[in-house]
């Protein structure tokens, strides 16, 4: 009775937890946009060369958001971070007009991927960030 209780006293009162997979080329803005929403400011950063994670909380939300690097030899890798994943951030640099074709065919090859995965995960959610503010 007392689990019981405490389960439902930690569902309706406690924090919900949320896994967020943040994605996009390198030098996009993912590490510049995490650490913008945990610091509240921007800081300087370099390439990411694995990925950074770090909880951001809003109100009765604990957001684990992983920001996974965006090098070409390293987006093959994106796949395995979607399982447990609740949301999905694919982020674009506009200001790059350059690569933004490359941009598409990235998030078309993900969306492909991501696709597969969802068959067996419905919850996920997909956002796209298309925009990119200094």
Do not use: C
Request: net charge positive.
């Amino acid at each position: 009775m007392g689990l019981t209780i405490s389960g439902l006293f930690g569902r309706l009162f406690g924090k919900k937890q949320v896994r967020i997979l943040m994605v996009g080329l390198d030098a996009a803005g993912k590490t510049t946009i995490l650490y913008k929403l945990k610091l509240g400011e921007i800081v300087t950063t370099i390439p990411t060369i694995g990925f950074n994670v770090e909880t951001v909380e809003y109100k009765n939300i604990s957001f684990t958001v992983w920001d996974v690097g965006g090098q070409d030899k390293i987006r093959p890798l994106w796949r395995h971070y979607f399982q447990n994943t609740q949301g999905l951030i694919f982020v674009v640099d506009s200001n790059d007009r350059e690569r933004i074709e490359e941009s598409r065919a990235e998030l078309h090859k993900m969306l492909s991927e991501v696709s597969t995965f969802l068959r067996f995960s419905m919850n996920t959610k997909m956002h796209f960030v298309v925009r990119k503010y200094q």
